[in-house]
């Protein structure tokens, strides 16, 4: 009887244990993982690359959740020239659809660092909803 009882709070122990450890694993988010935190808004993505041949290119998809009416989207390049930010470039897109794109190519220098400041707006049943987002890339 003394083993039975040793075996089971072993057990028991061990599920604690275990049920302690999943919670911080399950909880853990990747940093390039979008959640759904907007009324408007479904989805963006975001891409900053650099080609062999030193362009650049800054590109956004952003979708809207059913009922949307326009998307606006803007993006702003910039190069970092010692302490400060330099502006290189800017696109901007407008849509009525639901999905949305965006587009930025750009002269891009080696062993630079760039900035893309992007602004969305989606309304939906006449609500604004604004999104803004920052990505940083080196060009190597």
């Known amino acids: 009887m003394k083993q039975l009882k040793k075996i089971m709070l072993v057990c028991l ?3 604690l ?10 909880a853990a988010v990747a940093d390039d993982t979008v959640q759904p935190r ?11 690359t650099f080609s062999e041949d030193g362009i650049g290119c800054a590109s ?7 009922g949307t009416t326009n998307i606006e989207a803007s993006v702003y ?5 010692g302490l400060f930010w330099r502006y290189v470039d800017e696109s901007h897109s407008s849509t009525t659809a639901m999905t949305g794109v965006l587009n930025c190519t750009f002269n891009a ?3 630079t660092e760039y900035k893309a ?6 309304t939906k049943s006449g609500t604004d909803e ?3 987002k920052t990505q940083y890339r080196t060009y190597e």
Request: glycine share 6%; charged share 10%.
């Open 60 to 66: 956004a998809f952003i979708g809207g959740q059913p």
């Open 13 to 15: 122990s061990m599920i």
């Open 109 to 111: 220098t080696q062993g």
């Open 38 to 48: 907007w009324d408007n808004t479904a989805i963006i993505e975001l891409t900053l």
């Open 17 to 26: 244990m275990m049920s302690f450890v999943a919670i911080p694993v399950q």
């Open 130 to 132: 604004t999104i803004t």
């Open 117 to 122: 400041e992007y602004t969305f707006t989606v």
């Open 77 to 81: 390049i910039y190069r970092k020239s």
